[in-house]
Structure formats: structure tokens, C-alpha cells
């Protein structure tokens, strides 16, 4: 019904629905809608309680309770004597739909999708994490509920760095761990706390993952580049850098896909020795590699140096986001600080459930499960790759999840990615991965164009008809 | 078995268990062990490997993979000639068993725990969650396994408006939203991009939650501190600041528990257009309000200059740590930025077990349930406090969790907490709350002496035991 309201202000349109709920509410709702959107202007007065509630057929009381909300609420204001009128309503008031994060531009969903990174989303062990979920609810003491310590649940700390040193062969303990919330903010807890202990550089494999350049500045240090040949990064140039810190992927470098070579290692931990420095491992894709067992964690071989980094974003799923970051014990209490006063945490049931999925044998069943799904996409790869582009043109097939095809000297790498686009395949170019010093554009190395072939998320026949697409693309560029 | 090592070195004691898994990891891991721990030095050579496998009783083939491990890892090198050498160990190599983290120090567990901010833990909907995580894991597609939109879940962020709309009188929509993983990641969020958008100084309460101000320092901002009354934060005190940002807790004030008055919220609005300012919402504690309905969110008021932040940590428990920024369209880019930065973002499989909770209802009905538990337990709480301090001692019992208890005047707040500890009663004094200057402790304010009471995880029984040992604890001191 429209109620005339006083002093001649606008109409209201006072919709009640005896069967929607309280009434009350329904007309708090209106009124309150209809003082954002200035349909009752700052300063109007109301109709007095007797007569809204005898204009809408309710009791004085319900309008006696809608004022005294609205009043409390700050929409309207009341003085004795004048009633109660609008509160005069803030500049930005009224109620918008504006666009906040603007969501990226439409484009052709790709057919075949080669990014990077994404593990075999098909093969997520859900019914083995359901179980691990309910087993937590109904093991964890009532107290775990609560916030936790803020290193994260000792169980998980436990299970991790054991596994750490059983597959890894890794020798730090529960003391040594922090449970976080993936590699990226483990990523910048750590540099945080080496800023505060006085780092100040900081050197990032190039090509190497993107962003890094990005979160180092963030944390305050200068991020400097090392190039990385065939045997992973050119530790002769880190020296050159003067960095005391680097942080790089020596299991499965990306996105050139080697192995950091055996004296590379050494001298790796040779070089943090000298220079008091501290080395920051990406143990990523180390539990993929098909040639032989997995080459063990820098962490290991020098635990007072490195700190070491890892997350089940790639063995199990993105969406299951938990981490940890094992690091030498001067720097284990400000990676604590940071995340205490950053975010408190990761969570408590999630990370029961994953120490229970490691201690119980599902993990490791699981990796073994994918790895021959990977192992299978890996060699269907290489022979499409050497069918359609010839002989070793793919390269880092050792282990993980990616590849990098090396195409013909003359090839754009732009063209030949955009090219690509066009015809349903999504793959980046090595470009992408290069260094990018601040404040400039990356640019591809015109003299070695190569594709970065993510092969997590890809059905071997996907692999097959993309391959097939992508030599199509280069030649036609 | 003993081997006698090459060239005189000590010899090693490597112990082979045929039950126990494959051989060569056997001897791998002892090896590395040994090289670890400097009980074969640096430079030492190895046996040949047909020499090691005769001792051992094993296949030469075995001794000859685990020296390549060993030489991949950068254990051990190997030269033309030579044979194989133990790789010179960095100084810091040697396992070690050091602490990490200081553990806090044992003392006695409270019998009666009024800790602020904690919710009933024997309350939380654990076979809810359940429910909600194995159907996300039924019903979430394949691709959503993967990393999410920046912002978090479409689905959480469209569910979570939705109920800020309804039950906290808001107006944000899903694209003013950013999914977070608890209140503190959000605020960091928030706080950073307003330092980003030229913000410089920020108003705290006073009393207030403790360490906002450590937070807003590590964002880059100046904390100022501004005084709370019994009508909330002082507005007109706010002015005097400088400050185009405040961060506070309208619904139920933390520590003091007064809600904001009307004539302060409409009074704070202004300001903040006056000063081009923003608001940052605490929504804390505004589900449980007992004497009425709750105050409606100020983001509502004025979406405009309203960050709203909230998280399921007092609602439903610590260890699911999902929270929300609802930001106008100026910021929630920056949010999104930050969070991408910093974490990637929230668990996408509990996003989708969270937005399933509120969609389905359960998530209200749980409230429902808790606001009849916390409401007895307030009651018993009141007449308690009123049988053993006398009357009007207990303040900001409307809503939440928490009261205030204030002590005669002559009372040491210091004193009575820790006379309340050696008798099993675990309690915060007001002091704690106070605004802390930088580089500073903070202090009680002799005049008056209050102690803050959290009755969200204690029992009935316990807090009529806990109120009569405050009383003595007083009497005692």
C-alpha cells in the first residue's frame, strides 16, 4: 500500500506480505531502502508511530521497534518534541551495482590448454580428502578448534618434515616447520624475515617463475637476475651479483625444466657459505621425475642455509591450499611473527586432514596413482613434439609437469603463441618467464624461441590434436 | 655390516635389513647420513662400487645407482681417475635437532579460561562442515579444483552478500567482495591498499583489539590512538586526529562491549565524508546480540567509505579461517592485488563447503543454536557477577561473547589477574587493550581497573566457579 507520508514528501510504497516473515522487518527493509535511495529525503519527517501502524494495518508496536532500529541504525534521527525525522544521508549513500574487479576480457576458451602449473584436476583424490576431513572432525581435541599455534598444527609439522626427510631427503624436524597457506605466502614470510635480518638483494633465476621479481620488491629487496643455462642457474654469475639471497627451482627449473647440475650444487652451497647467504629452494615438481628417484632437497645438504619451500598446490590441488616453509632456526620465529600478524594462519581442520592423508599412505599412493597419468601425457608428448617438430626440440622431460619446446631459430614466439590462441590452443612463450626489471616490458630472447607445454591438465589426446595445432601455428605465422 | 673404507678413512657401520625395503635406499641413506654427519670426511674416496656391492652382498647395478644419487645430489663428485670422493660439506651441514620456535612456557593450565574471542568449541557444526565439504567435493566442476578467481569463490562471494544484506542490513553485491582466509588477512589487505591510495594515518580504538597497531605499522601507517565512552568511539576526539582512516568495532565495542550509539554513527558517517576518509567495519560479535535485533552493518549506511570486514571464527571456529572484505569499487582492485601477491587465496574447497552452510540454512540454524547457549551462559554470567562484585558491574552484556567486569577503584587490575592465575582462572585485565605507543608497554589506567571477560568457550558451572575465585582474587590481593 502507499502511505502518504508527512508534510507533503513523496508517497511510499509500503509493499507488506503477510506471509514473507515478520512485518516488522518488511517495513524496516522499505524504509531503509527507501532513505539510501533518497526516496525520503534528509530532514523529513515520519509519519508518528500510531498513525504508520494505522495506515499499514499493524500494531504500534512492530513501528515503535522499526524506529527505534532505524534510529540505532543512524537512519533516521529523533528529537523530543519534532518526532523523528530522515537523518541526513552520506554523499556516497545510495545503494550501486558498480563494477568492482573487472573480470577478464571474454575470449575463446581455449581447446587444448597448456599453461603451466595446473596438476591433473581430474585425478584430485576427493573421496580420500572427504574421508581425511571427517577423520580430523572426529579425531581433533575440541581445543584444536581453536587458534592454533601459530607455527600450525604440530601434527602436520610432524607428519611434513618427516616425509620431507623420507622422499626428500631433507633433515629438518617439526621445529624447523611453518605450516602456511601455498608457496606464495610462504614465499613472503620468508622474504620478510631475511629483509628483517638484513638482506637486501635478492637473486631470481632468468628465465624463472613469474611474479618472484614482484613479491621481492613487495618485501622490500632488490631482486637481481641470474641466467640459467642446461645445467640450471649459473651460480658463477650469482657470485657477480653480490646478492646474499636467491631463490631458485633446482628439481625441476621453471620453465627450462633441468635439474641443477651436481657441482652447480656444490658450488651453490659453497657460494652461501662464503657470502653468509641464504638460499631459497622451490621444491617444485620434485616428486614427478621419471628417470630416476628424485634428486634430494638443497635442504639437506646444507639445512643452516637453505630454507625450503613447499606445497600440495601441485600433488594435490590448488583449492586444498595449505604449505610449509622449513627453514634454519634463526629465521623460524619471524617467519612465526609474520604469519601471526599477517593472517593467523591456515586451517586447523585442513591441516589435520592432510597430515592424516600423508601418515596413512593415501599421499603417497596418490603421487604414485598421477605419476604414471604424467608419465603416460610425458611420452605422448615427446613423440608428437619430435613428429611435428623434429628431433630434441623438447626439452626438461625429466620430471614435473612441463616441457619447453624449442622452436626454429626465425620463429615468433609471440606470433607463434597468438597464432595459436586463434586456433584453440593457450600456451605461453619463454618470454613470459623472462626477467622483467622494474618498471619495463618482458621481451622474448629473439634468438631462442621456445613454448612453455604445461602438461598436468591435458589428456594425452588433447597433447596429441595441441601439438599438432602448434606446429600448424609456427609454420603459418 | 661393517665396511672397511678406502684409503685407512674410518670405517662405516652400514647396516643392511632385507625386510626392510629396497637395499639401495638403504645404503643411500646411510651414506648420506654418514657424509652428513663429517663420519666420512671431505675428499674421502669411496670404495669402487663392484668392491662395495661384494662387501655388501649386493648387485653391483644397486652400488652403482646409489653413487649416482649420491653425485646428483652433490654428496660425493666424481672424477676421470679418481674414483669417487666424498664433496666437501658446508660448515652449517651437520643435521641438527635445534629448536625453532620457543614454545611457550609451561605453566598451569587454567581451570576456568575467560580468554576473550573464542567461541564455544563444543558447539561447532562439525558434521555440518562435513556434509558441506564432501558435497563441494560432489558438485564443485573440475576446473574449480583449480586456482580460483583472485577475489575468491563467485559462488561464497554471492552467498556471503547476500546474507550481509540480510542480516546485517549492508548492500554489497558479489563483486564488492574479496574472499580472505580470516579477519587479520583481510585488515592487512585493506590496510595496504589504503596506504597504496595515499592514506597515511589511521584512528584506533582506545581501548581496543590488540595489535591493530602493530598491523597498521607493518602497512605503512601511522596508528593513532582515539578514546572509547560508553557510547563507543569518541567522534568528535576522531576529528582532532588528522586521521582519513579508522578501524573499529561498532556492533559490540571490543574490549568494553557498548555498542555505537545512533547519534555516533551518523556523527563518524559525516567525518568520513568530510575528511574523504574510509571506514574500516570490524563486523565483530554483531550475530549475537541479545536485548534486541543487531545494529545493522555501517557499510550499509555508507557503502561509499565502508570496508566491511568479517570471518566464520567466532561464528563458527577458529580452525575453519575463511573471512570477507566487502570494499567499494575504488578498493576492492587493490585488495585483490594484494591478496594475489601475498597468498593466492583462500582453500576453494572450503569456500564452496562455506557458501553450501549458509545457502542451506545450516549455517543460521547453528547461530540460533549458539545465541540460546551464549544467552544462558550471560545470564549466569550477570547474576554471578552481580551476587559476588555488588550491582552495575558488569558492562556490554547486550551482545557477543565478552563483558566488561569493572573493579573497585582502589583494585590493581595487574594484581588481581595474577593472584586469578595461581588460583586456575585464566583472565585478561582492560590494560591489555590499551592503545600501546610505539616502542612503549602498555599500562592499566589506575582509575579504572576493569577485567574482560569472555564467556564463549566456558561452561555454565565454570564461569559460576571462575566469577567466585575473581571475587576472592580481588579481596586477596
Redesign the interface.
Known amino acids: 500500500m502507499t502511505v502518504a507520508w508527512a508534510r507533503g514528501g513523496p508517497d511510499l510504497l509500503v509493499t507488506l506480505d503477510r506471509d514473507a516473515g515478520p512485518l516488522g522487518v518488511q517495513i524496516q ?1 522499505q524504509l ?1 531502502a527507501a532513505i ?1 535511495e533518497r526516496r525520503l529525503g534528509a530532514g523529513e519527517r515520519l509519519p508518528s508511530t500510531r498513525r504508520l501502524a494505522e495506515l499499514l494495518g499493524v500494531s504500534r508496536g512492530t513501528v515503535v ?1 522499526v524506529y ?2 532505524l ?5 533516521v ?1 529523533s528529537a523530543v518534541g519534532s518526532g523523528t525525522r530522515v ?7 545510495p ?9 577478464a576480457s571474454p575470449s575463446r576458451p581455449a581447446d587444448v590448454d597448456f599453461e603451466y602449473g ?1 596438476p591433473d ?2 585425478s ?1 583424490p ?2 580420500d ?2 574421508w581425511a ?2 577423520e580430523a ?1 572426529r579425531t ?1 581435541p ?10 600450525g598444527s604440530r601434527h602436520l609439522r610432524e607428519v611434513v618434515t618427516a616425509y620431507h626427510r623420507r622422499v626428500r ?1 631433507g ?1 629438518a ?1 617439526a ?3 611453518v605450516v ?3 608457496f ?2 610462504g614465499l ?1 614470510f620468508a622474504l620478510a624475515t631475511l629483509a628483517q635480518h638484513g638482506v637486501r638483494r635478492i637473486a631470481l633465476e632468468d628465465p624463472g617463475p613469474r ?1 618472484h621479481d ?2 621481492a620488491r ?1 618485501a622490500g629487496l632488490d631482486a637481481v637476475p641470474v641466467p640459467v643455462d642446461d645445467q640450471g642457474l649459473d651460480v658463477g654469475r650469482l657470485r657477480e651479483t653480490g646478492a646474499r639471497a636467491v631463490l631458485l627451482t633446482p628439481a625441476h627449473q621453471c620453465p627450462t625444466g633441468v ?1 641443477l647440475g ?2 652447480r ?2 658450488d651453490l ?2 657460494w ?2 662464503e657470502v653468509d647467504g641464504v638460499i631459497l629452494e622451490d621444491d617444485y615438481d620434485a616428486e614427478f621425475r621419471y628417470d ?2 628424485p ?2 632437497s638443497l635442504q ?6 637453505v630454507i625450503a619451500l613447499g606445497s600440495v ?1 601441485k600433488t594435490l ?6 604449505g610449509w616453509v622449513l ?3 634463526r629465521f ?2 619471524g617467519i ?1 611473527e609474520e604469519k601471526r ?10 591441516e589435520e586432514a592432510l597430515a592424516l592423508l600423508m601418515e596413512t599412505g593415501r599421499f603417497d599412493r596418490h603421487l604414485r596413482r598421477v605419476r604414471e597419468v604424467y608419465r603416460a601425457r610425458r611420452d605422448v608428448l615427446a613423440a608428437e613434439a619430435e613428429a611435428a617438430f623434429g628431433p630434441d626440440r623438447l626439452h626438461g622431460l625429466a620430471a614435473g609437469c612441463h616441457a619447453l619446446l624449442r622452436l626454429p631459430e626465425e620463429t615468433s614466439e609471440h606470433a607463434a603463441v597468438a597464432t595459436a590462441a586463434t586456433m584453440g590452443v593457450r600456451v605461453n612463450g619463454l618470454g613470459r618467464y623472462r626477467f622483467v626489471p622494474a618498471d619495463s616490458e618482458p621481451e622474448s630472447d629473439p634468438r631462442r624461441p621456445a613454448l612453455v607445454l604445461g602438461f598436468g ?1 591435458v589428456t594425452e589426446h588433447q597433447i596429441s590434436r595441441g601439438i599438432r595445432t602448434l606446429a600448424k601455428a609456427v609454420r603459418t605465422r
Open positions: 527493509d531503509r539510501r521497534e527505534e532500529q534510529l540505532a541504525e543512524g537512519y534521527e537523518a541526513a544521508m552520506p554523499a556516497g549513500g545503494a550501486r551495482q558498480a563494477p568492482g574487479v573487472v573480470t595446473i584436476l581430474g584430485v576427493l573421496t580428502w572427504c576431513v571427517s572432525t581433533l575440541t581445543a584444536a578448534l581453536g587458534d592454533e599455534h601459530p607455527a631427503s633433515c624436524v621445529e624447523d616447520a602456511v597457506s601455498g606464495r605466502q613472503a611474479e614482484v613479491i613487495r635439474a651436481p657441482s650444487r656444490r652451497v659453497a652461501a657459505d630416476r628417484q634428486v634430494g639437506g645438504l646444507n639445512p643452516a642455509r598446490s590441488a590448488p583449492a586444498i591450499r595449505l627453514a634454519p632456526p623460524v620465529a612465526v600478524l599477517s593472517s593467523r594462519g591456515a586451517p586447523g581442520l585442513d591438465n
